[in-house]
């Protein structure tokens, strides 16, 4: 996670809070929260290589797939959830949305924009576009429901999932009137508060 | 690697769970690796059902490796190098440490069936006393798998300032109605061993071996997977030439007649009713009016529990379970679910997935 987003979700979670992580990787936004705002956190992960850096870490994390676990984490006590970068690897991300406003009242949600125009441009080109946020080749992609800022916000609109705060990034992790005035075309992340 | 094999006695009376007293008792015990100065680097390895203190190495006298051989020693996963690691026999145990073989002072009989029943929180009470005498005030981490696994969880529960790791690994926080009916099974077959003698067969100078046999043979196929088994015997058939037993067909068959020989050989039948028993028994939750979060959270220690894909005597759902428990109870556990080929033996292995898991926990800061 690049550094300015880092700080976006480092100041929407509350000093104390018990948050839980999907897809949280190897564990350093959770180190990160729970040196710096004292959070009581949990990450949930899939793959046996980064649930060992959570380990070294010192970060507690649960092996578990998401698509099935979410729901597993309700009455757990939650203040908010986690989900960077992860909603476009799920199965069932509508459905996973839904529960994860079960699990904590507040989530917290980056998610790289398929709208951006370096990745249009790809698909100009008649290629499956590439990007810094979304590297990977069309072959190897864990991604399976990618969607444009314009789509996920639809989204929220018709599941009625409201949009506390929102940042738009551009492609190079900050804030710029461009990512802001016209994010579906120039901004490369989103990232939302929603509860 | 620094081997020290000592038996110690200690004065101290013991109120055991079930209100009886021992009034002084012994612990066969060994350690590897040296106590650091400030004995801020020791850790304890608990044994599962069947095992005992020889936990690695082989040391004078011993003609085996350690039960968990593949994971202790220097530079290996527990490195003997850095960490003092200690382990013993239980009490209730047969391989030294005071059980059902010990001569009772009383009547210098050995107690046989009268060795009062034993439960994993006794252990970990017998434990702390070791570690007073040790000096060690508080352990790096408490290890074990099975039955061992739960010592660990005991220890973290029962004393939360003693102990900064533990890891539970192929291990519940209670065992399942199928497993208790397992142990069962084996009971009665040890109890209707025409030399079992209602547990006296010492002081009648016989041994229920049969009995003993066949109820671990019993036992290790639950500690086995069918994949393992399969794929180690097939259905291939003996050869003549080295049969344990003329009937014997397979070379499964022959394999459980060898190891349920072995066993019967070196293990004690009351010691076996003794660990089932406390095996049965183990559920820490029943203090804490049957509420497991209750009872994890004034735990201070990191958690690291492990479950194996083909352990099926404790699946990874009981693994997952305590986790769950753990995080309503909002204390620091991980959980991690690992291929072992072995089924419930796996934790007894070496696997790089394993190995490094328990490795990192156990060096892990934070």
New interface residues.
């Given amino acids: 996670m690049d550094s300015k987003l880092q700080s976006i979700v480092l100041n929407w979670i509350p000093n104390h809070s018990?948050v839980v992580d999907f897809g949280c990787g190897d564990g350093n936004l959770l180190?990160i929260l729970?040196?710096q705002k004292s959070v009581?956190g949990?990450g949930v992960e899939n793959d046996?290589e980064k649930?060992?850096a959570?380990?070294?870490?010192?970060?507690?994390?649960?092996?578990?797939d998401i698509d099935d676990g979410i729901q597993?984490?309700k009455?757990?006590?939650f203040d908010i959830a986690v989900m960077a970068s992860s909603i476009q690897c799920l199965r069932k991300p509508r459905d996973a949305m839904k529960n994860i406003l079960k699990v904590a009242n507040k989530c917290v949600i980056t998610l790289p924009n398929f709208g951006n125009w370096e990745l249009r441009l790809g698909i100009l080109n008649g290629k499956m576009p590439s990007s810094a946020q979304l590297p990977a080749k069309w072959y190897e992609t864990k991604n399976l429901h990618l969607c444009t800022i314009a789509d996920f916000e639809e989204l929220c609109r018709d599941e009625s999932f409201v949009i506390k705060k929102k940042v738009y990034l551009n492609r190079r992790g900050s804030s710029s009137l461009l990512a802001n005035t016209f994010p579906n075309l120039f901004a490369a992340q989103a990232v939302y508060l929603i509860g | 690697m620094k081997t020290v094999s000592e038996k110690i006695s200690f004065g101290d009376s013991l109120t055991l769970e079930s209100g009886k007293v021992l009034s002084g008792f012994e612990l066969m015990t060994e350690t590897y690796g040296k106590l650091n100065s400030d004995k801020t680097n020791a850790v304890l390895v608990c044994h599962a059902f069947s095992g005992n203190h020889h936990a690695a190495g082989i040391s004078d006298g011993e003609t085996k490796s350690g039960w968990w051989d593949e994971i202790i020693g220097d530079g290996k996963t527990i490195d003997t190098t850095k960490f003092f690691v200690v382990s013993l026999n239980n009490i209730g145990g047969c391989h030294g440490s005071s059980g059902p073989t010990t001569i009772a002072a009383e009547s210098g009989q050995p107690y046989g069936a009268n060795f009062p029943e034993v439960s994993v929180s006794d252990w970990v009470e017998a434990q702390k006393l070791l570690a007073d005498h040790l000096g060690i005030n508080c352990w790096e981490m408490v290890a074990g798998g099975s039955l061992g696994g739960m010592q660990a969880l005991q220890w973290a529960i029962s004393y939360p300032e003693k102990i900064k790791k533990a890891a539970i690994i192929a291990a519940s926080s209670k065992i399942s109605t199928q497993n208790i009916a397992l142990n069962e099974v084996a009971r009665e077959i040890i109890k209707k061993d025409e030399h079992f003698h209602n547990g006296d067969y010492l002081s009648k100078g016989e041994l229920p071996k049969n009995g003993l046999k066949a109820a671990r043979m019993l036992g290790h196929i639950t500690y086995l997977s069918e994949s393992n088994m399969s794929k180690r015997f097939g259905r291939k058939l003996q050869d003549p030439e080295n049969k344990m037993d003329a009937d014997v067909n397979y070379e499964v068959e022959n394999y459980l007649q060898y190891k349920g020989e072995q066993f019967s050989k070196t293990f004690d039948a009351n010691s076996y009713i003794l660990m089932t028993k406390a095996m049965d028994s183990f559920d820490p939750a029943k203090d804490f009016d049957n509420d497991l979060v209750k009872c994890l959270q004034n735990i201070q220690a990191k958690l690291l529990i492990a479950s194996f894909d083909s352990d099926w005597l404790f699946p990874k759902e009981y693994g997952l379970d305590i986790q769950m428990s753990a995080i309503k109870a909002g204390i620091n556990s991980a959980y991690i679910e690992l291929d072992g080929d072995y089924g419930h033996d796996s934790f007894l292995f070496y696997s790089d997935q394993y190995a490094a898991a328990l490795k990192n926990f156990l060096n892990s800061n934070g």
């Fill in positions: 018990k180190r729970t040196d009581i949990y046996p649930i060992n959570c380990i070294i870490n010192g970060v507690s994390v649960i092996q578990q597993n984490y009455g757990m006590g």
